[in-house]
């Protein structure tokens, strides 16, 4: 109670000091007493594509927001981060620069690094390997306009996963753009953009580099990023998408220390310790290689039938010097998804059904050495690994009287993997293909006038182990674990007021979890994975956002967003040798989180947005003795942007700092250490300055 009551304090603290650097301007714009301007869509009504027809954020039945890039001024460009903690349920962390966790309304104790049971689209292309794994730090900040991020199990449409969905995409609109950012740690990105073409011919190039030195010892990063999307509309009914991505990066890793290790020097990298070697003797790092091209094929067959066929490839070559050994990964994938859908509308009654099939096969070699200095050694494991996965799936949608909207569809679900070690003899295969499943979805929304309206949602969710939990860094191969799988009861309720200027959000859900999948870590540092009793995640959310349009002020326009997740997840039956965790809080997630941006334009082109996010503390252990502290953040950024409308011209000069109190914190918290080694450095205060240019062509 009392660190509840603490947060709460600190919660006020940090609205309050935007709210005081924001009122006197904001009194200022309230004085002009001429009629107000409304713009016709606000940042919330936004179509959301995914679940059902493209509808606005107000009657979609899945729990998605998004992260519209074109307001670009609303985040960090340096980072991700940003983003992705704006929304409620959703924690995003970089455990050094380039190293990337992700998980939604869930923990991180499936995820020691690396993105896993998250599933992931880019342009329609699964970006979740068949190994379900998923490689986020591949992608730029240039590689994609929105993000669609769904909370809840997904598996009606998406196949399994317990974790949630994120779907990035790219628009097309004919420009050329080049931005520069510099700052703190010696930060270097460069982003470049050409979209060229016409309506019935599309093409958008994009390149990205992006380096830093880091903010803690061993911590430098390169990446270069290309990728290239092509759209031609072969005729009135058909048309065909293609894309392609690469990118080539290099990151240091650190290594997590102990509480001591971290009160006596937190920029420190590892140590050495017993016969392990320090992460800089180890010269510990990941250099990654990805290439990912697909090709979409879109018909309409007729008035009601439209068909949608993607074929894909993808590689990732992996190579990770660690204080443990030399792994050297090699992973090849192919797969493919179509859809048929049906759609009728008549008067305020739609219908619409949707069936398909996705199927993914990976072929990957995963050789581990020992570690020299940096360079492989003498082998110790070659294993290769057959994945195959996929599901079929159906669902329909339905509105009546443009009041009710229901959503019911399920997928059936397939997993088999096979890893054979070669470098043993006799040869032997260890395979295990997992039950298939049902993962059925139903969802009811009742639309209360035209700026109310409440749904209900349940569904289950699926997953079976990652080739990373089956073939863990231990390297003893473990085809006994299950798949997880609970059911999720969801909540919404969602409103907007001021013709459409306030907008707000309230969910509730509870999601109950069998089998769960979590993360354990011997005495030499290696992780693996048990199928724990079970766990009941349980949570409130609570969204809003403002936006108010002024006239005849120096105030253009006022937007406000916020975000508060309560998080209430337990162990419902947990047993570890003959100690008891039922009960006891899952580590790796904070109970409470709460984000605050606020963006405010001027009429000639300056704009100041300031921003905050604050934590509470984290278990950092099944038994919960050992947590992270709470922390504080608060970042503001100054621009000016400057447009020549009929040149097509347009500049932005902007300059920022984060974290402003220079606060330390852990961020990326290692789970389970049985060593106490929990704790990674997060970035001090630090500045960034960007300016951007860019040209746009009729269409």
């Not at 992700?102 to 699964?126: A, C, D, E, M, Q």
Request: aromatic fraction near 14%.
């Amino acid at each position: 109670m009392v660190e509840r009551a603490t947060f709460c304090m600190k919660i006020l603290s940090g609205i309050k000091i935007g709210l005081c650097l924001l009122l006197p301007i904001f009194a200022q714009a309230q004085s002009s007493t001429d009629t107000l301007h409304f713009p016709n869509n606000t940042l919330e009504n936004v179509t959301v594509h995914g679940y059902e027809f493209g509808r606005t954020s107000l009657i979609t039945t899945s729990g998605v927001k998004q992260i519209r890039l074109n307001n670009a001024d609303l985040y960090n460009k340096t980072s991700l981060l940003q983003g992705f903690n704006s929304i409620a349920g959703v924690r995003m962390e970089e455990r050094s620069p380039g190293s990337y966790r992700i998980n939604i309304r869930g923990s991180s104790l499936r995820s020691p690094f690396g993105v896993r049971n998250v599933k992931v689209y880019w342009n329609g292309i699964t970006l979740t390997d068949a190994g379900g794994n998923t490689y986020f730090n591949q992608i730029a900040y240039n590689n994609f306009s929105s993000i669609n991020i769904y909370k809840g199990p997904a598996g009606s449409l998406y196949g399994a996963g317990t974790g949630g969905l994120i779907m990035m995409n790219t628009a097309w609109k004919p420009e050329t753009k080049l931005e520069y950012i510099t700052g703190s740690y010696n930060l270097q990105n460069v982003f470049f953009e050409h979209a060229f073409g016409s309506f019935n011919n599309q093409n958008k190039i994009t390149y990205a580099h992006n380096q830093s030195d880091g903010y803690r010892d061993h911590t430098n990063m390169r990446r270069d990023n290309a990728s290239w999307s092509s759209r031609v509309k072969i005729s009135d009914k058909q048309e065909l998408n293609a894309y392609a991505l690469f990118t080539n990066m290099y990151y240091q890793t650190p290594g997590a220390l102990t509480l001591n290790e971290f009160k006596a020097d937190p920029k420190a990298a590892r140590p050495a310790a017993g016969a392990f070697p320090s992460a800089e003797q180890a010269k510990a790092a990941i250099y990654q290689l990805n290439f990912l091209t697909g090709l979409n094929n879109d018909f309409q067959i007729d008035t009601h039938w439209k068909n949608s066929t993607m074929l894909y490839a993808s590689y990732a070559q992996i190579k990770n010097p660690t204080v443990r050994n030399y792994e050297k990964r090699s992973e090849p994938n192919v797969g493919g998804r179509t859809a048929f859908s049906w759609e009728k509308k008549k008067n305020k009654n739609a219908y619409k059904w949707q069936l398909g099939a996705e199927y993914q096969a990976g072929f990957f070699d995963t050789r581990v050495f020992t570690n020299k200095n940096g360079e492989p050694g003498t082998l110790q494991t070659d294993d290769d690994n057959k994945l195959h996965t996929g599901f079929a799936f159906t669902q329909i949608d339905l509105v009546f009287n443009d009041e009710w909207f229901l959503t019911a569809g399920t997928s059936f679900n397939f997993n088999k993997v096979s890893i054979t070690r070669v470098n043993v003899t006799p040869v032997v295969a260890q395979s295990r293909k997992y039950d298939n499943e049902w993962a059925p979805r139903i969802a009811l929304l009742k639309k209360f006038g035209e700026h109310f309206s409440a749904n209900a949602v349940v569904s289950k969710g699926y997953s079976p182990p990652t080739i990373a939990e089956l073939l863990p860094s231990t390297s003893i191969i473990n085809t006994d674990l299950d798949a997880e799988h609970g059911i999720n009861y969801e909540l919404n309720l969602k409103c907007s007021f001021l013709q459409n200027t306030l907008f707000i959000e309230l969910n509730g859900y509870r999601f109950d979890i069998k089998d769960a999948l979590v993360q354990r870590r011997d005495t030499s540092g290696a992780d693996y994975y048990i199928n724990a009793g079970g766990s009941i995640q349980q949570g409130v959310e609570c969204h809003l956002s403002y936006i108010k349009p002024f006239h005849r002020s120096i105030v253009d326009l006022l937007y406000l967003t916020t975000a508060y997740s309560y998080n209430h997840y337990r162990y419902d039956n947990l047993q570890k040798d003959t100690v008891d965790f039922s009960g006891k809080t899952l580590p790796g997630i904070p109970t409470n989180s709460l984000s605050f941006i606020a963006n405010l334009q001027f009429k000639k082109g300056f704009y100041w947005q300031l921003n905050t996010y604050l934590a509470s503390s984290i278990f950092l252990n099944d038994a919960n003795t050992a947590k992270a502290d709470d922390y504080q953040l608060l970042g503001t950024r100054i621009g000016w942007q400057k447009a020549w409308k009929q040149k097509g011209w347009e500049s932005n000069l902007y300059a920022g700092i984060d974290n402003l109190f220079d606060e330390q914190y852990s961020l990326g918290n290692d789970l389970n250490d049985p060593r106490g080694r929990y704790y990674n450095l997060a970035p001090a205060r630090n500045f960034y300055i960007g300016i951007s240019f860019s040209y746009s062509r009729k269409k």
